[in-house]
Antibody, heavy 119, light 106 residues
Framework: QVQLQESGPGLVKPSETLSLTCSVS????????WGWIRQPPGKRLEWIGYIYYTGSTNYNPSLKSRVTISVDTSKKQFSLKLTSATAADTAVYYCARLSGSLTYAFDIWGQGTTVTVSS | SFDLTQPPSVSVSPGQTASITCSGDKLGDKFACWYQQKPGQSPVLVIY???KRPSGIPERFSGSKSGNTATLTISGTQPADEADYYC?????????FGTGTKVTVL
């Protein structure tokens, strides 16, 4: 059974870097793209970016200047860094598997982790 | 920029059919997928590639597309289907989610 689990600080100070990690179990890590999505309170889902196991990335243009997604295939983990955090980055952050065989739909999601940006 | 628009809410009686639309410029040239999100839970993929159901998704969920509008249909709606639903598509390798629709089963 494929499982994804987000981890990282639940509270980040303004102007600091938000850092999260997603751990993958029960799936072939090398056969998929892996993505990050967030959802501010009461708002719609927002795609942040994705990474392939080779390290190839693609980011939301609206966040591109502040986002870095990296991968550690030996640990079956991928990570998100979002610099210069502001209150607008307060959200539930999800990691998810992006399946090419399903024409790039997010078929497996983590449980989500709440990140609050506040001093 | 590319965006996907959904009605904010849809109400349906148990056993009836609910239809949720998703409109976007040139959506007809892209694949749409649909996610169900219940309060406090992660989204679940219910439709991909416009009209295909992942394994484990009930047959009452179906998808279609006409022109630049994709539609998610829930036939024989059950109380357990009460949730928010989001469409999603890719525009030049950028992922875009729809504005979301709250389905209420009255």
């Amino acid at each position: 059974q494929v499982q994804l689990q987000e981890s990282g600080p639940g509270l980040v100070k303004p102007s600091e870097t938000l850092s999260l990690t997603c751990s993958v179990s029960g799936a072939s890590f090398s056969s998929y793209y892996w993505g990050w999505i967030r959802q501010p309170p009461g708002k719609r889902l927002e795609w942040i970016g994705y990474i392939y196991y080779t390290g190839s990335t693609n980011y939301n243009p609206s966040l591109k200047s502040r986002v870095t997604i990296s991968v550690d295939t030996s640990k079956k983990q991928f990570s998100l860094k979002l610099t210069s955090a502001t209150a607008a980055d307060t959200a539930v952050y999800y990691c998810a598997r992006l399946s090419g065989s399903l024409t790039y739909a997010f078929d497996i999601w983590g449980q989500g982790t709440t990140v609050t940006v506040s001093s | 920029s590319f965006d996907l628009t959904q009605p904010p809410s849809v109400s349906v009686s148990p056993g009836q059919t609910a239809s949720i639309t998703c409109s976007g410029d040139k959506l007809g040239d892209k694949f749409a997928c649909w996610y169900q999100q219940k309060p406090g839970q992660s989204p679940v993929l219910v439709i991909y590639q416009d009209n295909k159901r992942p394994s484990g998704i009930p047959e009452r969920f179906s998808g279609s597309k006409s022109g630049n509008t994709a539609t998610l249909t829930i036939s024989g709606t059950q109380p357990a289907d009460e949730a928010d639903y989001y469409c999603q598509a890719w525009d030049s390798s950028t992922g875009v989610f729809g504005t979301g629709t709250k389905v209420t089963v009255l």
